[in-house]
């Protein structure tokens, strides 16, 4: 007989009643009633041609064949639940890999703070960064690569978004720029060349600017697109181009690149940040364990 021609949940019965030795007990055991033991018991009995187990006063007492499958039953049932227990996860002992997906701003302004935290609390695990462009060619969050993505909220079923702070974006260009020679109208400013920061050509992401110029009644001419902040920065720093960056990249990085921050006639504007991940994650002890480091990292360096 194979051991797909018999309901392996039969065999559980089976070891429960073997343990208790005693039908009523291994019912409320197994959180079924008195009968459907006996049910499975005579199951169990036409499949393996053998009676298992006789009544004696209250108890049972097991056949030489049920004696028999004891021992095995216990070993294959101790397993399992050894299986599918969830031990307590020790970050310092964690080995795993940790994929996050994040644009060049996180991976400026956060990736040395996620680091020496890493170090810190999970100093075996891998940490392993990927940007927005690999996020949706992967398949998103739903990929079985992507363990967590910083950045603006992502929408989708099973998807999972915790806010974590606001960033704040503002128009900058270099410290010599001619546009800190006078006061910066409307006019003025309508007047920019401006480099666009876009992350993934060809996926109709909304331009997030092109409203805060509109309500402010302010044309914006685009003359060239790149794929992140980072390039965007350098090509203003050696230009009389201007951008917008957000500005803890601009904190973090304006001064070695000789930027300035522009005081325009421009509406705030704040985008928010969250951070992500799937519902196939989201109870796994590990996963967990570092969406807290993410979540402390980045909290404690909005604090900052």
């Not at 920065?233 to 230009?239: G, H, L, Q, R």
Request: charged share 25%; hydrophobic share 45%; aromatic share 4%.
């Amino acid at each position: 007989m194979s051991a797909s021609s018999v309901d392996l949940n039969l065999l559980l019965v089976l070891h429960t009643v073997l343990t208790e030795r005693n039908v009523a007990r291994a019912a409320e055991r197994l959180h079924v009633t008195p009968s459907a033991v006996s049910n499975a018991l005579a199951r169990l009995r036409a499949a393996l041609g053998d009676p298992l187990v006789t009544r004696k006063g209250r108890g049972i007492v097991p056949t030489p064949r049920a004696l028999e499958l004891a021992p095995g039953l216990a070993r294959v049932v101790r397993e399992l639940e050894l299986m599918l227990s969830v031990a307590p996860l020790e970050p310092a002992s964690c080995t795993r890999t940790f994929t996050l997906a994040v644009a060049d701003l996180g991976q400026v302004v956060w990736s040395p703070l996620l680091a020496a935290a890493m170090r810190r609390e999970m100093p075996l695990a891998h940490l392993r960064l990927v940007g927005i462009d690999t996020l949706v060619s992967l398949g998103d969050l739903s990929a079985s690569e992507i363990d967590l993505h910083l950045g603006i909220p992502a929408k989708g079923p099973g998807i999972y978004a915790e806010p974590l702070l606001e960033e704040r974006s503002v128009l900058v260009a270099r410290r010599d720029h001619p546009v800190f020679d006078r006061r910066v109208t409307r006019r003025a400013l309508g007047e920019l060349r401006h480099v666009r920061v876009e992350m993934v050509p060809g996926k109709n992401f909304r331009d997030p600017f092109a409203a805060t110029y509109a309500r402010a009644g302010v044309p914006r001419e685009v003359v060239m697109t790149v794929p992140s902040y980072t390039t965007a920065a350098e090509i203003v720093a050696a230009s009389e181009l201007v951008t917008m960056l957000p500005l803890s990249f601009l904190r973090a990085r304006g001064e070695g690149l000789g930027l300035r921050e522009v005081n325009a006639p421009l509406p705030a504007h704040a985008t928010r940040i969250a951070m992500c991940w799937h519902e196939r994650t989201h109870a796994d002890p590990a996963a967990r364990a570092f969406r807290a480091l993410v979540r402390g990292v980045v909290k404690g360096r909005q604090r900052t």
